[in-house]
């Protein structure tokens, strides 16, 4: 599995961090926490794509 975060927080550990997989769970982790259990979220990619869209429209407001 791999892990993402955003760019921006490259240089700290203060933030979350996603994992995608083939069976459409989004896994959401904290990257001080790596270890602890994760947020597991079922949908489908487009949902998620809508919402991470939202997200970014949001943010730039």
Not at 6 to 20: F, P
């Amino acid at each position: 599995m791999i892990w993402r975060k955003s760019k921006h927080s490259a240089t700290s550990n203060d933030c979350l961090e996603i994992a995608g997989s083939a069976d459409d769970l989004i896994r959401i982790r904290d990257s001080k926490r790596a270890a602890d259990p994760t947020l597991i979220i079922t949908t489908r990619p487009a949902a998620w794509a809508a919402f991470l869209s939202s997200l970014r429209a949001w943010a730039r407001d």
